[in-house]
């Protein structure tokens, strides 16, 4: 079996995983050793400034994607395709915040929208303004399931308010979710957080109440979903089905398009509503999001990151009408409406970067380029992959990369394997240190990806990912 996958083979993916948990390669002890002198000698600045951080901020580092190996880099400039640090090291930049600078790294007519909002309304004034519809109507016109839209400030609020219209609108309490998917961090939503039935493990300081009417199906099971279904009718119904349309971790385990349209199906039948988590795939998977890279229309949809072009106050809901008129506007006319606040949503800067931003993915043709870039660019890396004879699952959903070296995804789908269940302790670390490893490698040779396994490629990475691949090649031949 080679390396490269189609993006929708879930089963091809999830076996080649098992394969990388239990018969990987790893760098060898000599390039270990390069690596992290790389970091102790040309990343000391970096070293020392996220060291003194921990006198003042918990743990150092506040944002998971800053939190790498062996330690955070500080950012001092990011430019086009690339970004800076402190000791003056330039990296390609596969990190892309986590996906939503889909044109590049402080995109010029984005910055200068900016500016020129900041000249005029300033930062934020309390008052309604006209480019808050601008947006609305941008994403209308590229959702069609959104009627109505309303902004928030991240992901994780869009999660927290979508359950608690559903409920509201639909008068039940059940909802159900995908194991291992993250829908941002409030309560309930911690439930069965990223890896499979850890139920309440990830909610430390959420009181085990809160998370009673919640409960998570496998990936692409769809047995177990309609057995989910039923089972909550004894309990008054299903509110809502949440999922992360092209699977966790940014589509790491991706979802069949059997799998929607069955969902899609048993939400009509049992009276819930289909909530699709849009924080990262919104602008990502196409510019038309997973609603049209599936072709299903959800009931409600979560956007965060990308609908303001990467600039703060990066939250949104949108769907149907009917669902979307209970919320209120406002606190102060709640009126029996679903409660939704947020002194600094839909500020003048988040909308007009986030309209500027879907303007000129438009005017640029952004994703078609997007689109031929990155499945050219995701054979070529399989190519290299299986050049150097190294055992990997390489497939990209549009110009979201998934490279893994180390199948940790495995464990966080069906996990009805005796082989790997009876060593989970032993292969869970190794496989996690594996996987921090190579996005060590990769950054000593001049490359930032997110996490270990995934990237992104924006339209101002186009242009040097002939060096980007160079960048695979070096540190594929670390491998043994
Ligand atoms: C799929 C998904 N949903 C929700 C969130 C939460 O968004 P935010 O970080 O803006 O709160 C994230 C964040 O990474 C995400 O990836």
Redesign the pocket.
């Given at each position: 079996m080679g390396s490269y996958f189609d993006g929708f083979d879930f089963k091809g993916i999830h076996a080649k995983s098992k394969e990388l948990l239990l018969h990987p390669k790893t760098l060898t002890d000599e390039a270990r050793a390069r690596y992290m002198d790389y970091f102790e000698k040309k990343c000391s600045a970096s070293k020392a400034s996220v060291e003194a951080a921990k006198e003042h901020i918990p743990g150092g580092i506040q944002h998971n994607l800053a939190n790498s190996y062996p330690f955070g880099l500080n950012c001092v400039k990011a430019e086009g395709p690339y970004l800076y640090d402190v000791d003056g090291n330039r990296y390609i930049d596969f990190l892309q915040a986590?996906g939503p600078t889909i044109l590049g790294n402080a995109y010029r007519p984005v910055t200068d929208a900016v500016i020129e909002m900041l000249n005029t309304t300033g930062n934020v004034t309390g008052l309604f303004g006209e480019f808050e519809v601008d947006l609305a109507k941008k994403i209308k016109q590229h959702y069609p399931s959104v009627e109505l839209f309303r902004m928030l400030a991240?992901?994780?609020?869009?999660?927290m308010v979508a359950i608690r219209v559903a409920r509201a609108f639909t008068g039940k309490s059940e909802i159900i979710k995908i194991n291992g998917?993250?829908?941002?961090?409030s309560d309930q939503l911690l439930y069965d957080m990223r890896a499979v039935n850890t139920g309440n493990m990830f909610a430390v300081g959420v009181p085990d109440d809160c998370l009673n009417h919640m409960c998570s199906v496998y990936p692409n099971d769809l047995e177990e979903l309609e057995q989910r279904f039923i089972e909550n009718e004894a309990k008054g119904g299903t509110a809502a089905f949440i999922m992360?349309p092209i699977g966790q971790d940014?589509g790491a385990l991706p979802i069949t398009k059997e799998f929607h349209v069955r969902a899609r199906e048993l939400c009509d039948q049992y009276g819930a509503l289909l909530i699709y988590?849009e924080?990262?795939t919104a602008f990502r998977v196409g510019i038309g999001g997973a609603e049209a890279y599936y072709g299903i229309k959800p009931d409600l949809t979560?956007f965060?990151?990308a609908i303001t072009g990467g600039y703060p106050g990066?939250?949104g809901l949108g769907g149907r009408k009917d669902v979307m008129s209970a919320l209120s506007s406002g606190i102060a006319s709640t009126g029996g409406k679903v409660m939704v606040g947020g002194t600094l949503s839909a500020n003048p800067i988040s909308c007009v970067a986030g309209y500027t931003a879907i303007c000129e993915m438009e005017r640029t043709n952004a994703h078609e380029k997007l689109k031929t870039a990155a499945d050219r660019f995701t054979r070529q890396v399989a190519d290299l992959a299986d050049q150097h004879k190294i055992p990997a699952a390489i497939f990209n959903q549009h110009s979201i990369l998934h490279i893994d070296l180390c199948g940790i995804q495995h464990i966080t789908s069906h996990s009805d394997d005796l082989e790997i269940l009876g060593n989970i302790f032993e292969i869970l670390p190794e496989a996690n240190r594996r996987m921090k490893e190579f996005a060590m490698a990769l950054a000593a040779e001049g490359l930032i990806v997110a996490g270990g396994n995934k990237a992104f490629i924006s339209l101002a990475t186009i242009p040097v990912l002939d060096d980007a691949l160079e960048v695979f090649d070096r540190t594929f031949a670390n491998y043994a």
């Amino acid at each position: 079996m080679g390396s490269y996958f189609d993006g929708f083979d879930f089963k091809g993916i999830h076996a080649k995983s098992k394969e990388l948990l239990l018969h990987p390669k790893t760098l060898t002890d000599e390039a270990r050793a390069r690596y992290m002198d790389y970091f102790e000698k040309k990343c000391s600045a970096s070293k020392a400034s996220v060291e003194a951080a921990k006198e003042h901020i918990p743990g150092g580092i506040q944002h998971n994607l800053a939190n790498s190996y062996p330690f955070g880099l500080n950012c001092v400039k990011a430019e086009g395709p690339y970004l800076y640090d402190v000791d003056g090291n330039r990296y390609i930049d596969f990190l892309q915040a986590g996906g939503p600078t889909i044109l590049g790294n402080a995109y010029r007519p984005v910055t200068d929208a900016v500016i020129e909002m900041l000249n005029t309304t300033g930062n934020v004034t309390g008052l309604f303004g006209e480019f808050e519809v601008d947006l609305a109507k941008k994403i209308k016109q590229h959702y069609p399931s959104v009627e109505l839209f309303r902004m928030l400030a991240s992901g994780t609020e869009a999660g927290m308010v979508a359950i608690r219209v559903a409920r509201a609108f639909t008068g039940k309490s059940e909802i159900i979710k995908i194991n291992g998917c993250y829908h941002g961090w409030s309560d309930q939503l911690l439930y069965d957080m990223r890896a499979v039935n850890t139920g309440n493990m990830f909610a430390v300081g959420v009181p085990d109440d809160c998370l009673n009417h919640m409960c998570s199906v496998y990936p692409n099971d769809l047995e177990e979903l309609e057995q989910r279904f039923i089972e909550n009718e004894a309990k008054g119904g299903t509110a809502a089905f949440i999922m992360e349309p092209i699977g966790q971790d940014s589509g790491a385990l991706p979802i069949t398009k059997e799998f929607h349209v069955r969902a899609r199906e048993l939400c009509d039948q049992y009276g819930a509503l289909l909530i699709y988590d849009e924080v990262v795939t919104a602008f990502r998977v196409g510019i038309g999001g997973a609603e049209a890279y599936y072709g299903i229309k959800p009931d409600l949809t979560m956007f965060g990151k990308a609908i303001t072009g990467g600039y703060p106050g990066a939250g949104g809901l949108g769907g149907r009408k009917d669902v979307m008129s209970a919320l209120s506007s406002g606190i102060a006319s709640t009126g029996g409406k679903v409660m939704v606040g947020g002194t600094l949503s839909a500020n003048p800067i988040s909308c007009v970067a986030g309209y500027t931003a879907i303007c000129e993915m438009e005017r640029t043709n952004a994703h078609e380029k997007l689109k031929t870039a990155a499945d050219r660019f995701t054979r070529q890396v399989a190519d290299l992959a299986d050049q150097h004879k190294i055992p990997a699952a390489i497939f990209n959903q549009h110009s979201i990369l998934h490279i893994d070296l180390c199948g940790i995804q495995h464990i966080t789908s069906h996990s009805d394997d005796l082989e790997i269940l009876g060593n989970i302790f032993e292969i869970l670390p190794e496989a996690n240190r594996r996987m921090k490893e190579f996005a060590m490698a990769l950054a000593a040779e001049g490359l930032i990806v997110a996490g270990g396994n995934k990237a992104f490629i924006s339209l101002a990475t186009i242009p040097v990912l002939d060096d980007a691949l160079e960048v695979f090649d070096r540190t594929f031949a670390n491998y043994a």
